[in-house]
């Protein structure tokens, strides 16, 4: 989209006004760096969009685009204007929760997306000993009640199945 203006807010939304291009900023500046983590993180977004979002973004200066070694793909890294959108995007993210949170409708809440966010928020310093067991039970769901963070030393991974250690946490009040 072209606005034809001399005015850096028109020029900044030349850049990032397509549909999905905060959000692919979002997953790339929480880490995800391949192809399948950030369709992961961006849920019902086309192969095909999300292939065009990161090409225009890599053309625009927003990422780097790295093939693989010995491997079909690319990953993707942030570039340093694309790190500056970091306190942006946080921004935008209060605003959408003081102004857009009675836009929701049931289909926007997704157990799978907040244990994604869950996953890559723990701070593994802080929990004590090697390995720590998270669950997660939300009673309102019928299907996937049940979630599990198994946070070691090296990773945090999301679990839908029981991962057959015993459980550190049940409740906030046990985690602290």
Not at 38 to 50: D, E
Not at 80 to 104: F, H, Q, T, Y
Not at 170 to 175: A, E, I, K, Y
Request: glycine share 6%.
């Amino acid at each position: 989209m072209k606005y034809s203006q001399f005015c850096p807010i028109a020029k900044a939304t030349e850049v990032l006004g397509d549909r999905w291009t905060f959000l692919v900023a979002r997953e790339i500046l929480m880490g995800a760096s391949r192809f399948s983590e950030l369709q992961r993180g961006l849920g019902s977004i086309s192969t095909a969009v999300l292939s065009e979002r990161l090409k225009t973004m890599s053309e625009h200066g927003l990422i780097i685009r790295r093939k693989l070694t010995g491997k079909r793909g690319f990953e993707y890294f942030p570039t340093p204007a694309c790190k500056e959108l970091l306190p942006i995007i946080v921004s935008l993210g209060a605003w959408g929760m003081r102004w857009a949170k009675d836009n929701l409708v049931d289909e926007d809440y997704d157990v799978e997306l907040l244990m994604l966010y869950l996953e890559r928020s723990v701070v593994r310093e802080m929990l004590p000993g090697p390995q720590t067991i998270l669950q997660f039970e939300f009673s309102d769901l019928k299907k996937m009640r049940l979630w599990w963070l198994v946070v070691n030393e090296n990773n945090v991974e999301v679990c839908e199945k029981n991962p057959g250690y015993d459980i550190a946490c049940t409740s906030p009040q046990q985690c602290v």
